[in-house]
Nanobody, 116 residues
Framework: VQVAESGGGLVQPGGSLRLSCAAS????????VSWYRQAPGKERELVAA????????YYADSVKGRFTISRDNAKNTGYLQMDALKPEDTAVYYC??????????WGQGTQVTVSS
């Protein structure tokens, strides 16, 4: 089983990044995809989520209208498109793939830094 995020980096305020979450070793299409983030000194928080079928999505109020979650089951990959980035979006972003409450996988995280 492998879950790997990519796409993080340093971006100026107002810029964009697209994070990817590539999975292997299990049936990706059966798992919901969630993106969490954790800033220094803060708890990990849920940013966005998408159901296994892709029909239902959730966004935290702080990112609504700026972030878009999606998935490509044919590529076993989830995405988080982040636009209009703000300094307060700076955090380590984690992908979580959830089948049930007791069966889930985390990625290792990718750093996103928004700074001029």
């Amino acid at each position: 089983v492998q879950v790997a995020e990519s796409g993080g980096g340093l971006v100026q305020p107002g810029g964009s990044l697209r994070l990817s979450c590539a999975a292997s070793g299990f049936t990706f299409s059966s798992y919901a995809v969630s993106w969490y983030r954790q800033a220094p000194g803060k708890e990990r928080e849920l940013v966005a989520a998408i159901a296994s079928g892709g029909g239902n999505t959730y966004y935290a109020d702080s990112v609504k209208g700026r972030f878009t979650i999606s998935r490509d089951n044919a590529k076993n990959t989830g995405y988080l498109q982040m636009d209009a980035l703000k300094p307060e979006d700076t955090a380590v972003y984690y992908c979580k793939l959830t089948y049930t409450r007791d069966r889930f996988y985390w990625g290792q995280g990718t750093q996103v830094t928004v700074s001029s």
